[in-house]
């Protein structure tokens, strides 16, 4: 069965500092890895994806996350966090074997300091 | 464009009633998923449709569970004899096909509390 696991339950960073939250998978064969950001009273939004080629993705609002097989993670930084990042972020797996249904880490809550 | 929306945005229901959840998808998304997201259980998948196959309901809880989708549009999630455990925010996502590459657009939520 897949599963993804998100060690960091809450995170507190400076505005201006770097970010990085930590994801870890478990799957199978190749893994469809996201994240997604939840806004305080939004739906999910998509970050970026990882298919498959360049195992560094560039995704939307300065994020980028790198997926590293040898050890089950693909991890998500930004170089300079703005206040409106304060927000929890889900990082999730999917593949064939199990259709493309989605399931989800248990999300990391970031708070942003001025 | 219209993104996934759904109604009610809030639900309170007593213990033991019938509540019924709407989601209406992106026009053209033939793909449509219910996710449920709890303080316990975080966000979980419930039920899947694809086109005119048979949906993939092996994330609903229990038989109190159902959902359809009518005209490969809307979809209702209806949960009977609602339980307080029951209470979490449910999540509708679309998406223009099957494939996992194709990005889920998830809609506000519905937050169901039961009594």
């Known amino acids: 069965a897949q599963s993804v696991t998100q060690p960091d339950i809450h995170i507190t960073v400076s505005e201006g500092a770097s970010l990085e939250l930590r994801c870890n998978y478990s799957?199978?064969?190749?893994?469809?890895l996201f994240w997604y950001v939840q806004s305080p009273g939004q739906g999910l939004q998509l970050l970026l994806k990882?298919?498959?080629?360049?195992?560094l993705v560039q995704g939307i609002k300065g994020f980028e996350a790198e997926f590293k097989r040898s050890q089950s993670s693909f991890n998500l930084r930004k170089p300079s966090v703005h206040w409106s990042d304060a927000a929890e972020y889900f990082c999730?797996?999917?593949?064939?074997?199990?259709?493309?249904?989605?399931?989800f880490g248990g999300g990391t809550r970031v708070l942003v300091k001025p | 464009g219209a993104g996934v929306s759904q109604s009610p945005s809030n639900k309170v229901t007593e213990k033991g009633k019938d509540v019924e959840l709407r989601c209406d998808p992106i026009?053209?998304?033939?793909?449509l998923y219910w996710y449920r997201q709890s303080l316990g259980q975080g966000l979980e998948f419930l039920i899947y449709?694809?086109?005119?196959?048979?949906?993939?309901k092996s994330g609903l809880p229990s038989d109190r569970f159902s959902a359809e989708r009518t005209g490969g549009s809307v979809s209702t999630l209806t949960i009977q004899r609602t339980q307080q455990e029951d209470s979490a925010v449910y999540l509708c996502?679309?998406?223009?096909?099957?494939?996992?590459?194709?990005?889920?657009?998830f809609g506000p939520g519905t937050r169901l509390t039961v009594l």
């Open positions: 996502a679309s998406s223009l096909g099957r494939g996992s590459y194709n990005e889920q657009f």
């Open positions: 799957y199978g064969a190749t893994p469809y």
């Open positions: 990882y298919f498959s080629g360049d195992t």
């Open positions: 999730a797996v999917a593949g064939k074997a199990a259709g493309n249904k989605l399931t």
């Open positions: 026009s053209g998304h033939t793909a």
């Open positions: 449709f694809q086109g005119n196959s048979a949906p993939d």
